[in-house]
């Protein structure tokens, strides 16, 4: 069982930016496709990224396409999000997760316990 607990969450101004680690125990993820995914006050959880095994492959949604960058260090066992150009709102709760290679939450496995991100106007 993969254990992932997030980072590096926190306050930040409008057009700040903020970088979410996500690190990784209990099991190598060098093999699954890491996903980040946010919930907003009152609203489901969404995809925001993810990123194949190897790091060659990624995806994002519509609305952080050219502002977020998704990564990985397989030797650290360790995923981040760098999140530059930030706005009121991408303010939510992210989740990073292990799992396969898709947009679906339902496709990944292990969640982490969250991080705020709080974006202030």
């Known amino acids: 069982q993969v254990q992932l607990v997030e980072s590096g969450g926190g306050l930040v101004q409008a057009g700040g930016s903020l970088r979410l680690s996500c690190a990784a125990s209990?099991?190598?993820?060098?093999?699954?496709?890491m996903g980040w995914f946010r919930q907003g006050p009152g609203k489901e959880r969404l995809f925001v990224a993810t990123?194949?095994?190897?790091?060659?492959?990624?995806d994002y949604s519509d609305s952080v396409k050219g502002r977020f960058t998704v990564s990985r260090d397989n030797a650290k066992n360790t995923a981040y999000l760098q999140m530059n150009s930030l706005k009121p709102e991408d303010t939510a709760i992210y989740y990073c997760?292990?799992?396969?290679?898709?947009?679906?939450?339902?496709?990944?496995?292990?969640w982490g316990q969250g991080t705020q991100v709080t974006v202030s106007s």
């Open positions: 997760a292990a799992g396969s290679y898709t947009r679906g939450a339902s496709n990944y496995g292990s």
């Open positions: 209990g099991h190598p993820v060098s093999s699954y496709a």
């Open positions: 990123i194949n095994w190897s790091g060659d492959s990624t």
